[in-house]
């Protein structure tokens, strides 16, 4: 990063192009993008999924980046579930073998509501849904 003299003051010249940020929308319903999700273990050593999504408030061109997890344990599977089917993905009766790639850049209806944590306001998710078909940008 080069930085240059400009009259006695220190100037650095940042490339901002292409780098997200992270506001809080309001509580509501949105349509959300999957923009990457990865397989870890969680704190307790538990196998997890980790959704990073992108939200798009378009009343007012908004976005935030919302993050979420969907346990592996047997009974936390509903959880990953309803996502998939929001996803528009065909969910099996039984064993079922994901692709973690195919879903990025998948489209989906998110509920978002606002909360605290650490002193921080954030959104997080708190239901999925399908989009209508004149409204998922895919289409």
């Not at 923009?35 to 990073?52: A, I, P, R, Y």
């Not at 309803?82 to 994901?98: C, D, K, Q, R, S």
Request: charged residues 25%; contains cysteine; glycine residues 6%.
């Amino acid at each position: 990063m080069p930085m240059k003299e400009n009259q006695g003051q220190r100037v650095i010249e940042i490339n901002l192009e292409n780098v997200e940020s992270r506001g809080v929308l309001e509580a509501g319903n949105y349509q959300a993008e999957v923009k990457s999700v990865e397989l870890k273990t969680s704190q307790s050593g538990n196998q997890m999924l980790v959704w990073k999504f992108k939200v798009y408030d378009s009343m007012s061109d908004a976005t935030s980046t919302v993050f979420h997890n969907t346990s592996l344990l047997p009974q936390a599977l509903f959880n990953l579930k309803n996502l998939l089917i929001a996803l528009g993905a065909e969910v099996p009766n039984g064993t079922m073998h994901l692709e973690l790639d195919e879903y990025v850049g998948a489209f989906c209806g998110v509920t978002l509501d606002v909360e605290t944590y650490d002193k921080k306001t954030r959104n997080r998710i708190t239901n999925f849904f399908p989009l209508a078909d004149e409204d998922n940008p895919q289409e």
